[in-house]
């Protein structure tokens, strides 16, 4: 954004602030290329360490949990003089967090504080011509509130209001926009995830529900795959773990298309061609099982439907074919199948990457298959690792958004006695396509927060199409990102400083509060408030159109969500407890320790029903991926220094990540005339992006690699590349099927 920009969006004479102790800028970017902790922290000279805890210097410490969606959700420590966050560190309490953070956690005062926060309402004058005007809180929610009134009166019913919310803002709290909308009637809800669907699914087949082992257990494993993820970048905190598994003998392996900083970490890297993940571990599975290497003990005691999945392995796969697939030699699959089945105990850390694919669903159930036949489930040190829903006892799982009765403002009945939690569901991974056919009513008012679909979701092009299609969107939200840019009205929202929450991890064990620690910046205000502010002008125009709580205190409607579950899940007495100390779950031991798995059989089920019944085939078979529509194929995951469309907007963290990059085999560029630093055009079936190229051996030669992100002076936007394919697996536990994100083509020219 440059000054004028800035001046327009009332972001002018903002206070740039850096971080104390900026000479440790320098080494962030070696810490952040390490890929692991411990981190270093960042605490300013003056601000020596207490004995009993806090710092010198008339520091307020509080505690505050990350929001982002990512699977540390880092415990931190923020501090507090004359009423400002001076800076953050992470909780040493915590042992995952260990007491260090990422780049991006450590960039959260400087993003609280940055000059181009959306300050106060704002509404635009034409969407997209940047042209602001500034409101005042009552002008803007007088204005939303005359058109939900007006839905109502035209349609007869809710369903032309839109929500729209997905993994920006995690926590209890943010689940406050669901209570806001239920408390007023049906809405239409864009429902599932682009984030990890298809193997939520996959792994329900197989054992009733998504848990993973405790990643502080990983040190145990002798041996470790990390297929089809990028920890170096997204999960930093657990990579800590894999090396001390390696110290302690463990072999590491690396499955993925790219050559990543995971892989340039493991001992052993395989080059797989993309999508064919399903063949090389029923591969894997059938050496096994003509080696007779399968734990028997364990199949005897755990497993459903093994004798089917072995007739399937005889007549169907070898090693020789999974070798053709997938592009590993034979010998490879041979010796790396026999060392994992004999390693014991071993694992296997799929990423969420892998799952990104027509057959992703697929994918996952033929490499739990391997974990399992090898007796790998339910052992410390071992574990088909995802992700887990097993600290979710007081939100709602992201994806699965039904806001659970008793959420955060959620009535769970009228005063009528009926319940209010009924409502048009749509496909938030086909958002464009729904908001351009949804009819009877069309959705007339979008309500966003929490999320930036117009970076995030696909077809980009069709997304700007549907939006032009709504009477009025609104985006509550913290920066004028690029689904701002097609709004009429802007709210301005609170960031973690600014107020209360509470966060699990669903990957750790770990629960935080995050205590607010500071006002409200500028006339930022916190979901809760919002809500109250809407609901109490709905009911001064339309008495008794909303149930909402007006009196609502956001610190009270927190300490309410401790309810018996949770307190037992965490070992603590109140909510109020985790103002002392994050809390760990205490269930022990590896997930399925127990031999009870919520299938079905109460087994972990190779051969399952019900996925027979939702479409697919019972057993664990080998799907082939998308067919080929383009020369290249174009793979956008996820920044090392951005988490999704955020942090990378920020000006100083722009000496990281200054502008968009596309990654390329050097044949590749060679045969297309390009050089290292031309500008091209990517240009696939949706549309096309203008970016400067980067050469380098460690992608394979038909692939090109983007990074996700928002630039906040760039128009960049990977989404023209990416259509709106579905993968197989996720409509049964999420409302809507996952994603093929990684199943897309182009092709690339100098311009
Ligand atoms: N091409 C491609 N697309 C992808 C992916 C990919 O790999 N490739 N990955 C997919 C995945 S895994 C995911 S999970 C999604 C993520 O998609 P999103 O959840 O949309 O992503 P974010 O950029 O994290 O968050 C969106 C917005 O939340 C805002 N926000 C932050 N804090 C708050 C708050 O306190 N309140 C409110 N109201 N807003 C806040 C941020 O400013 C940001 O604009 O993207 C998906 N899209
Ligand atoms: N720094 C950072 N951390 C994050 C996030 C972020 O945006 N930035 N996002 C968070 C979120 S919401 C998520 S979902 C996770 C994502 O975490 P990951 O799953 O680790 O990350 P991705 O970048 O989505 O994909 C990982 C890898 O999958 C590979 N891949 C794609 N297709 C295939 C395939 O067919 N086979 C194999 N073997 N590999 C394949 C890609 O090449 C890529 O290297 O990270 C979380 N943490
Ligand atoms: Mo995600």
């Known amino acids: 954004m440059n000054k004028t920009d800035r001046a327009a969006r009332g972001c002018d004479n903002g206070r740039r602030f850096f971080l104390k102790g900026t000479a440790a800028m320098g080494t962030l970017g070696a810490l952040g290329a390490l890929g692991s902790g411990p981190c270093g922290l960042l605490r300013p000279a003056q601000a020596a360490p207490l004995k009993g805890g806090g710092y010198a210097g008339g520091y307020a410490v509080h505690r505050q949990v990350c929001p982002r969606n990512c699977y540390d959700t880092c415990m931190m420590l923020s501090h507090v003089k004359d009423g400002r966050v001076e800076f953050v560190e992470g909780d ?63 349609d ?42 298809a193997g939520i699914d996959a792994q329900s087949y197989d054992m009733g529900k998504m848990l993973a082992d405790d990643p502080e257990d990983m040190p145990e494993s002798r041996y470790v795959i990390l297929w089809g993820g990028n920890p170096a970048y997204c999960s930093i905190h657990t990579m800590k773990y894999v090396y001390a598994a390696r110290e302690r003998g463990a072999k590491i392996l690396c499955i993925d298309p790219v050559f990543t900083q995971t892989a340039a970490k493991a001992d052993e890297y395989w080059q797989i061609r993309t999508g064919t993940d399903g063949a090389l571990a029923l591969g894997m599975c059938r050496h096994i099982l003509d080696k007779g290497l399968a734990d028997q003990n364990w199949l005897a005691a755990n497993a459903h439907g093994y004798d089917e999945f072995v007739a399937y ?61 090898t007796g790998n489930i339910g052992v410390t040190g071992g574990g088909a690792r995802y992700g887990s829903l097993l600290n979710y006892v007081f939100t709602g799982a992201h994806g699965a958004f039904q806001p659970p009765a008793g959420s955060v403002g959620v009535p769970a009945t009228a005063p009528d006695g009926s319940v209010k939690h009924g409502r048009r569901m749509l496909n938030i991974n086909k958002m464009a ?97 919002i809500a109250k502010l809407l609901t109490a002008r709905l009911n001064q125009l339309s008495p008794g159109f909303s149930t909402f709580p007006t009196d609502a205190d956001p610190r009270a409607l927190l300490m309410a969500e401790c309810g018996q579950a949770m307190k037992d899940h965490f070992g603590i007495a109140s909510m109020e ?132 992100a928002w630039f906040r002076n760039n128009p960049y936007n990977c989404q023209n590349l990416v259509d709106e394919e579905s993968a197989d697996m996720g409509a049964w536990k999420t409302g809507a099927p996952g994603v093929a994100i990684h199943d897309q083509f182009a092709d690339v020219a100098r311009v």
């Open 92 to 154: 040493p309490a915590c042992t995952f967090t260990g007491g260090g953070l990422c780049v991006k956690g450590n960039s959260y005062v400087g993003s609280a504080y940055s000059p181009d926060r959306i300050k106060y309402p704002m509404e635009q004058q034409g969407r997209g011509t940047g042209k602001w005007k500034r409101l005042s809180w009552d002008e803007a929610i007088d204005k939303i509130a005359r058109k939900i009134i007006e839905c109502k009166q035209k």
């Open 156 to 197: 007869g019913s809710l369903l032309g209001v839109g929500l729209n919310r997905l993994s920006g803002h995690q926590g209890v709290t943010p689940n406050v926009a669901d209570g806001m909308f239920a408390s007023m009637g049906h809405i239409t809800r864009l429902v599932g995830t682009p984030c990890w669907p």
């Open 313 to 373: 392995l005889r007549d169907n796969v070898t090693v020789e074919w999974a070798s053709q697939e997938t592009g590993i030699p034979a010998d490879k699959i041979r010796a790396v199948a026999e060392e994992f089945a004999t390693a014991k105990p071993a694992t296997i850390w799929m990423g969420y990457g892998l799952q990104r694919h027509t057959n992703g669903g697929a994918t996952i159930r033929s490499i739990d298959a391997l974990c399992a036949m």
């Open 433 to 529: 396509e729904m908001l351009l056919t949804a009819d009877n009513p069309p959705v007339r008012l979008l309500w966003v927060t929490g999320c930036n679909p117009v970076s995030q979701i696909f077809d980009h092009q069709k997304m700007l199409k549907a939006l032009a299609r709504m009477e009025m969107t609104v985006v509550v939200d913290l920066f004028f990102n690029q689904t701002v840019e097609q709004a009429d009205i802007v709210l301005p929202v609170t960031t973690l400083f600014e107020e209360w929450n509470a966060n699990a991890g669903y990957w750790h064990r770990w629960v935080g509060i995050n205590e607010k620690a500071i006002e409200p910046l500028h006339e930022a205000k916190c979901q809760v408030d």
């Open 577 to 708: 407890d985790l103002l002392k100390a994050p809390a760990k779950a205490r269930k022990p031991g590896p997930a399925w320790s127990d031999g009870k798995y919520l299938t079905p059989s109460g087994k972990y089920e190779f051969k399952s029903d019900i996925c027979a019944r939702n479409g697919f085939n019972a057993l664990p078979v080998y799907v082939p991926g998308r067919k080929p529509f383009g020369p290249l194929r174009v793979l956008t995951p996820h920044a090392k220094f951005g988490l999704h469309s955020q942090f990378i907007n920020l000006d100083w963290m722009e000496d990281f990540n200054p502008e968009p990059i596309v990654y390329i085999h050097p044949e590749t560029a060679a045969a297309r005339s390009i050089r290292d630093g031309d500008m091209v055009e990517v240009k696939a079936r949706t549309g096309a992006t203008r970016l400067r190229a980067r050469l380098t051996g460690n992608m394979p030669r038909d692939h090109i690699l983007l990074y996700e």
